[in-house]
T-cell receptor, first 116, second 111 residues
Framework: GAVVSQHPSWVICKSGTSVKIECRSL??????MFWYRQFPKQSLMLMAT?????????EQGVEKDKFLINHASLTLSTLTVTSAHPEDSSFYIC????????????FGPGTRLTVL | GNSVTQMEGPVTLSEEAFLTINCTYT??????LFWYVQYPGEGLQLLLK?????DKGSNKGFEATYRKETTSFHLEKGSVQVSDSAVYFC??????????FGTGTRLTIIP
């Protein structure tokens, strides 16, 4: 149980285009979802926290107009990288939390974005 | 603020060697502590966790004990295998809130 999927697993796009990444909790309802970014050989950097039906909370330094997060349901959150540039190329990972009682996050497999 | 410091890698060991990856933390209060593992090209998988002092988390032969007095959560395994080669992340968290990760330690096991 507690499986989180991401789609697509990898994407290549041209500079200036927008890319949407989906994060789904397949067998549970996620009260909270998190979006992380990971640079090569580095740790995960939290970008934002999203709760279903409310606006995402962005970490300091993350541009909310560039990284649009929508948490439309308890099983789906999306990250849209708008007007992508080569410096946005990275590995994006989402995680989902079941609830306050169970303190655990379940991670998706990640999406590798390459912007040409 | 909260922070996690873990042993810098890379770490290279021979198969069946003993493994220790050090992890210490700084936090206000009493967080839950986690070890996550990331295999090449994949996302993170929870390896083990401990939610209070003196708890021992264990999984797949790996162990870590929550030491409040030394604010540590060192990862150990008695006999590593080639399949254990991965990047290991120590992390802390409170309730349903975000996790704070260490920088990761790349482990390579050679036959």
């Amino acid at each position: 149980g507690a499986v989180v999927s991401q789609h697509p697993s990898w994407v290549i796009c041209k500079s200036g285009t927008s890319v949407k990444i989906e994060c789904r909790s397949l067998d549970f309802q996620a009260t909270t979802m998190f979006w992380y970014r990971q640079f090569p050989k580095q740790s995960l950097m939290l970008m934002a926290t999203s709760n279903e039906g409310s606006k995402a909370t962005y970490e300091q330094g993350v541009e909310k107009d560039k990284f649009l997060i929508n948490h439309a349901s308890l099983t789906l959150s999306t990250l849209t990288v708008t007007s992508a540039h080569p410096e946005d190329s990275s590995f994006y990972i989402c995680s989902a939390s079941i609830g306050r009682v169970r303190n655990e996050q379940f991670f998706g497999p990640g999406t590798r974005l390459t912007v040409l | 603020g909260n922070s996690v410091t873990q042993m810098e890698g890379p770490v290279t060991l021979s198969e069946e060697a003993f493994l220790t990856i050090n992890c210490t933390y700084t936090a206000t209060g009493y967080p839950s502590l986690f070890w996550y593992v990331q295999y090449p090209g994949e996302g993170l998988q929870l390896l083990l966790k401990a939610t209070k002092a003196d708890d021992k988390g264990s999984n797949k032969g790996f162990e870590a004990t929550y030491r409040k007095e030394t604010t540590s959560f060192h990862l150990e395994k008695g006999s590593v295998q080639v399949s254990d080669s991965a990047v290991y992340f120590c992390a802390l968290g409170f309730g349903n809130e975000k996790l704070t990760f260490g920088t990761g330690t790349r482990l390579t096991i050679i036959p």
